[in-house]
């Protein structure tokens, strides 16, 4: 089964661009089984080796539809990964946050490999 992760984005860093110092990011994952967990992780981590100042939250999709977690925070769509092009997938969405938030101060991102 080929696994998705939806990639959100919230907080100072996509309220107010230009100011923020990290980035807040939500990962929504198909469900809390190991297989879906797993794939979650493994794209929490592939982000934070480029982007040490982000913070990353996980979700399954129930956990995020039964808090709201996504409309209370204003959180916005910024990207899919699945597990059939991971790393391809991965290096997009950090180009894309880069070229969202380029101009943030003390905002790092590592340089690509």
Do not use: W
């Not at 469900?31 to 981590?45: G, L, M």
């Not at 979700?59 to 925070?73: Q, V």
């Amino acid at each position: 089964m080929t696994e998705i992760v939806t990639v959100y984005g919230f907080g100072s860093s996509f309220r107010t661009l230009g100011r923020a110092r990290d980035i807040d990011m939500l990962l929504v994952h198909r469900s809390i089984d190991r297989p879906s967990c797993r794939f979650a992780i493994a794209c929490k981590r592939d982000i934070q080796i480029h982007m040490p100042n982000v913070d990353v939250t996980m979700l399954s999709i129930a956990e995020a539809e039964s808090n709201k977690f996504i409309a209370k925070s204003s959180a916005r769509q910024i990207g899919l990964v699945t597990s059939d092009s991971r790393e391809a997938q991965i290096q997009e969405l950090l180009k894309n946050i880069s070229e969202l938030v380029n101009g943030c101060k003390g905002l790092y991102l590592a340089p690509q490999k």
